[in-house]
């Protein structure tokens, strides 16, 4: 609970780049921001395209990773690579979400693909792709 506070706090207040003090623990954040504006679902056995955009902010930070969202930050697992980084966040049906982040690239906007393993009425499987920028 105080890591997705902490995560909330630093995302509300704008703050890209932090360094606060906390009960003598220093916290560093920085903002992943995502944008996918492309993807497919499968849904009653046909693949469609999706024109749903959508937008993912992470917070990153020594305390680990959370995701942002319009009811605040849940933790994700961070799984940090000499090519890329990888967010899995899991939920309470079963089902997780993972993002992949290619951080080789030496552009700024950094290709990024999203898959959600959605069980809705069943399973709905959906992947995005987009680039993420580091804040």
């Given at each position: 609970?105080?890591k ?34 492309s993807?497919i679902?499968h849904?009653?056995?046909?693949n ?11 917070v990153?930070?020594n305390k680990?990773?959370?995701m ?10 961070w799984?940090?690579?000499s ?7 899991k939920?309470?049906?079963g ?19 999203y898959?959600r ?6 399973l709905l ?11």
């Open positions: 609970m105080k997705a506070l902490v995560a909330a706090a630093l995302l509300t207040a704008g703050i890209v780049a932090v360094s606060m003090t906390s009960r003598a623990e220093k916290v560093q954040a920085q903002k992943l921001e995502c944008h996918f504006d993807g679902f849904d009653k056995g046909k469609a395209p999706t024109t749903e955009k959508m937008k993912l902010i992470f990153l930070s680990g990773a959370f942002v969202g319009n009811q605040g930050a849940a933790p994700a697992e799984h940090n690579g090519s890329g980084q990888t967010f899995i966040e939920m309470d049906s089902a997780v979400m993972v993002m992949t982040v290619a951080t080789d690239n030496k552009s700024k906007r950094l290709p990024a693909v898959t393993h959605t069980i809705f009425l069943g499987p959906q992947q995005y792709y987009g680039t993420c920028e580091l804040h």
